[in-house]
T-cell receptor, first 113, second 114 residues
Framework: KNQVEQSPQSLIILEGKNCTLQ??????????LRWYKQDTGRGPVSLTI?????NTKSNGRYTATLDADTKQSSLHITASQLSDSASYIC????????????FGAGTRLAVHP | DTEVTQTPKHLVMGMTNKKSLKCEQH?????MYWYKQKAKKPPELMFV???????INESVPSRFSPECPNSSLLNLHLHALQPEDSALYLC?????????????FGPGTRLTVL
């Protein structure tokens, strides 16, 4: 069964601190892995997208890693800001078909002053 | 224009009402999607349109009726909904339907069924 699991489920950090979110997946056939940021009541916004041959991709203070051998990914947020408070969703896309996305349940991040 | 827009932002309707959700994109994308998202849950795919034709219906009840009038517009017609249909409805679009084609999401319509 295709699954994406994320940890932790929720996280509270202080403004300015770093944090790392984890994603494990069992998806086949794998096409790419994406991290989305979703503010409450809003649509997901893409942060990074990586194919199996990419190990790291950065987008400003966000850095995603991918280990295709162990089927693990992480999202590292540097120098967190209050505006980083949101849900972060790991999404794996299947090869072929109709661009089917397998969503993780998300990590809810709260950044406190 | 690099965004997907959705209207209305909020909708409250009774179980006997008929309403429609609208989605628009002007990025030249040829695939468009409807998702349903309950609170604290990931989005669930409902429909996929490819080149203005319905290609995927994820066993969605007939009280939800999608329509793609042209390559830029996607509607979701609602009729005789149930309170459990209350959710955030997300529209997305992508250049194509391959697994490498990134989906861009709209801000969503918050639907409440009374």
């Amino acid at each position: 069964k295709n699954q994406v699991e994320q940890s932790p489920q929720s996280l509270i950090i202080l403004e300015g601190k770093n944090c790392t979110l984890q994603c494990n997946y069992t998806v086949s056939p794998f096409s790419n892995l994406r991290w989305y940021k979703q503010d409450t009541g809003r649509g997901p916004v893409s942060l990074t997208i990586m194919t199996f041959s990419e190990n790291t991709k950065s987008n400003g203070r966000y850095t995603a890693t991918l280990d295709a051998d162990t089927k693990q990914s992480s999202l590292h947020i540097t120098a967190s800001q209050l505006s980083d408070s949101a849900s972060y969703i790991c999404v794996v896309s299947l090869m072929g078909g109709y661009n089917k996305l397998i969503f993780g349940a998300g990590t809810r991040l709260a950044v406190h002053p | 224009d690099t965004e997907v827009t959705q209207t209305p932002k909020h909708l409250v309707m009774g179980m006997t009402n008929k309403k429609s959700l609208k989605c628009e994109q002007h990025m030249g994308h040829r695939a468009m999607y409807w998702y349903k998202q309950k609170a604290k849950k990931p989005p669930e795919l409902m429909f996929v349109y490819s080149y203005e034709k319905l290609s995927i219906n994820e066993s969605v009840p007939s009280r939800f009726s999608p329509e793609c009038p042209n390559s830029s517009l996607l509607n979701l017609h609602l009729h005789a909904l149930q309170p459990e249909d209350s959710a955030l409805y997300l529209c997305a679009s992508s250049p194509g339907t391959s697994g490498t084609s990134e989906q861009f999401f709209g801000p969503g319509t918050r639907l409440t069924v009374l």
